[in-house]
């Protein structure tokens, strides 16, 4: 049976919508056989756009658990880290213990501002998030992020779920997307995110995506210590400027656009051809 592209998106939506989730016993009792793992698998591959094939794998071999449904099982493959490398802060030591910080929320746009750069990580998986702060250039490495329709009406349904009051969990999707919120609050986060590989947009607009990551913010409730140690970094990037923050800083302010660098060149080159002419009227050439 041949089914059109736009019809199978319309059925992938639908059977992930959280009412429409059916149980997995009662699938079990539909399936063709009696392997319950060939449905766990059937139902992984169904929906393999957010993780690549090899994710979806190790998760299909490191895992025998036994979903409750379609969606709980997407959120796991999604939330699984095989070979993730746990974000720590490498300098947390070197903090008095006593320094409470006022973590604040900062787009992208202040982020590249303050010496900040982007860093595509290796992986989808949400626990990817890193940041290294170094002497001349700190990073913030990001997971790739990949958004179009089934993604947006995915992550709804997602944090919905994490929601559910007879769901105990650890609010993993929830935080993850109140974390990217954090860092998109204008079209111009969203073209940032794009020049360096980390999104992968469908949607028809920067600003579509900036408003998606907008509206899903003002619902989330994340888990408070979930990301906390990399805005306590970014914080303290802030907060202890160095040289090269503040370079970055005044660049950012006043060389970011191409014309005020021209200015600044050619009121350079006046200043030297002054010092020249200057010169040579005290010291004519013999």
């Given at each position: 049976?041949?089914?059109?592209?736009?019809?199978?998106?319309?059925?992938?939506?639908?059977?992930?919508?959280?009412?429409?989730?059916?149980?997995?016993?009662?699938?079990?009792?539909?399936?063709?056989?009696?392997?319950?793992?060939?449905?766990?698998?059937?139902?992984?591959?169904?929906?393999?756009?957010?993780?690549?094939?090899?994710?979806?794998?190790?998760?299909?071999?490191?895992?025998?658990?036994?979903?409750?449904?379609?969606?709980?099982?997407?959120?796991?493959?999604?939330?699984?880290?095989?070979?993730?490398?746990?974000?720590?802060?490498?300098?947390?030591?070197?903090?008095?213990?006593?320094?409470?910080l006022?973590?604040?929320?900062?787009?992208?746009s202040?982020?590249?501002?303050?010496?900040?750069?982007?860093k595509?990580?290796?992986?989808r998986?949400?626990?990817?998030?890193?940041?290294?702060?170094?002497?001349?250039?700190?990073?913030?490495?990001?997971?790739?992020?990949?958004?179009?329709?089934?993604?947006?009406?995915?992550?709804?349904?997602?944090?919905?779920?994490?929601?559910?009051h007879d769901?105990?969990?650890?609010?993993?999707?929830?935080?993850?997307?109140?974390?990217?919120?954090?860092?998109?609050?204008?079209p111009?986060?969203?073209?940032?995110?794009?020049?360096?590989?980390?999104?992968?947009?469908?949607?028809?607009?920067?600003?579509?995506?900036?408003?998606?990551?907008?509206?899903?913010?003002?619902?989330l409730?994340?888990?408070?210590?979930?990301?906390?140690?990399?805005?306590?970094?970014?914080?303290?990037?802030?907060?202890?400027k160095?040289?090269?923050?503040?370079?970055?800083?005044?660049?950012?302010?006043?060389?970011?656009?191409?014309?005020?660098?021209?200015?600044?060149?050619?009121?350079?080159?006046?200043?030297?051809?002054?010092?020249?002419?200057?010169?040579?009227?005290?010291?004519?050439?013999?």
């Open positions: 049976m041949s089914v059109k592209v736009e019809d199978m998106i319309h059925v992938m939506r639908d059977v992930l919508l959280l009412e429409n989730q059916v149980p997995f016993l009662l699938l079990e009792l539909l399936w063709r056989n009696t392997n319950r793992y060939s449905l766990i698998q059937t139902m992984a591959w169904f929906y393999g756009i957010w993780c690549p094939i090899e994710e979806v794998f190790h998760y299909l071999f490191e895992n025998i658990r036994i979903p409750p449904h379609l969606l709980d099982l997407q959120r796991s493959i999604i939330l699984h880290q095989h070979n993730v490398p746990v974000a720590t802060d490498t300098n947390q030591t070197q903090h008095d213990p006593n320094d409470v006022v973590v604040r929320y900062r787009n992208i202040e982020l590249k501002a303050a010496g900040i750069g982007l595509k990580g290796k992986t998986n949400p626990g990817g998030i890193s940041f290294s702060n170094g002497w001349f250039y700190s990073e913030l490495m990001l997971p790739e992020i990949v958004v179009n329709e089934i993604t947006v009406d995915l992550m709804f349904n997602l944090t919905a779920y994490e929601r559910c769901f105990e969990n650890d609010y993993g999707i929830c935080s993850y997307y109140s974390f990217l919120d954090s860092l998109v609050d204008h111009d986060d969203v073209k940032e995110l794009k020049l360096q590989g980390i999104l992968l947009n469908s949607l028809r607009s920067n600003e579509e995506v900036a408003n998606f990551f907008n509206t899903i913010g003002t619902t409730v994340p888990e408070k210590g979930k990301y906390g140690h990399i805005r306590a970094q970014i914080e303290r990037h802030y907060s202890h160095s040289l090269p923050t503040w370079l970055a800083l005044g660049y950012h302010t006043y060389f970011s656009n191409p014309w005020t660098i021209i200015a600044f060149l050619a009121a350079i080159l006046g200043l030297v051809l002054t010092f020249i002419q200057t010169w040579y009227a005290i010291h004519p050439p013999k």
